[in-house]
């Protein structure tokens, strides 16, 4: 069942990627605006997933993940009845309320049945189900929206039967006694510890790294379309595939993560190494002088998403009380979301600033470019305070 959820869960992002060139001539908008409808999905994140974390720690993890799949598929079909852009972003938003109840929910469930380098696996695992998806779904978004716009969002009806299984086949992998504790009464016991934990160096560093790969990852889905569609006169279909090869890239790199957290002492060289291919995959997207190495830039990307993101979110569950956990996976992954939905934001506006002078071409450039390279020194910075303040911790 983590894995059926797994499956579900990036459908929101995968599949619209692919389709955001195509839906400005359907919407009626710009390039700049287009990007609106992956920022207000990831935008609830921010907000929610540290509310659903708390409340999943107190009342379980089944009871939101059932809310957050029904939320999500329902949005996303409607999707295919308007063409109006305010309501295509309301849907957009509703969307992704109901993706806050997916993802944090299934990492917290996999803290819960693992430990150790058996989680950091398990961790791995669940992210290649995650792979699958993002390789398989985004390459028939591609090629059927060339028959119909709608098409694609039909795509997000498979959260509905992912629903009823989880009702029927879920086991609840909380204990009531850890609930219990993290209830703490009237509840201000579980916020203040959690406000405490967060403050520690290793925890905010595992914390603000955990945005670094998500900030990347939607610079690429935003602008992999655009690169392929107007800079390198490509189709919707081949920006598909792209997102497919760095997809499987994701998946392969996610498998070796229990791995690579047993071959080293502590995980700063495997998240440093991750980060640096992330960011290099996408400058190389962004300079990409034809489709080929694009290609090879999306590969690069997806390896080093897949490795830096497993283990961020192993670090905040290995790091966190079992009372603590559901709380502190979504304190991250609402911090990762910022990532998520400033990325599309910061790019449109670095590239609508530098687009006068530099022109609409180099001005994409050269922001991938700019922003891959601090992106290499922020991920420095935070798997070496990591190290520096929680190897044991780290390692284990």
Known sequence: MLLL????????????SPLLDTLTG??????????????????PSIVLIPLVGVLSDRYGRKPLLLAGLALFGAA????????????????????GIGYTGIVPVLIAAVGDLYAGGREATAQGLRFTAVGVSLTVFPLIAGIVVGLAWQYPFYLFALG?????????????PTRRSARTEAD?????????DLA???RTPAVAAAVVGRTIPSFLWFCFLTYNSIVVVRLLDGTSGQAGMLVAIAS????????????????FETRRNPLLGGTLACAVGLALLGTAPSLPVAGVGSVCIGAGFGVVL???????????????????????????????????????????????????????????????????????????????NGPQEAAV
């Open 5 to 16: 959820g797994s499956v579900v869960s990036p459908l929101g992002a995968s599949v619209v």
């Open 26 to 43: 359907v919407y009626g908008v710009g390039e700049a605006r287009i990007g609106l409808m992956m920022a207000v999905f990831t935008a």
């Open 76 to 95: 996303g079909v409607a999707l295919v009845g308007t063409t109006d852009f305010r309501v295509v972003l309301a849907l957009r938003l509703l969307q």
């Open 160 to 172: 509905l039967p992912a629903t009823v299984a989880v009702a029927l086949l879920f086991e609840e």
């Open 184 to 192: 703490g009464g009237d509840g201000g016991g579980t916020f203040r």
């Open 196 to 198: 405490a934990l967060v």
């Open 248 to 263: 499987v890239a994701s998946s392969l790199g996610a498998t070796q993560v229990g791995r690579l957290t047993a071959a």
């Open 310 to 388: 497993s283990l961020y979110r192993s670090l905040a569950t290995a790091l966190a009380p079992e009372a603590l956990r559901g709380s502190l996976v979504s304190v991250a992954e609402s911090i990762g979301r910022i990532g998520s939905t400033t990325a599309p934001l910061v790019v449109g506006a670095l590239v609508a600033l530098s687009r006068p002078t530099l022109g609409f071409v180099d001005a994409v450039r050269y922001t991938l470019v700019g922003v891959a390279a601090v992106a290499i020194l922020a991920g420095g910075v935070c798997a070496f305070v990591v190290d520096t």
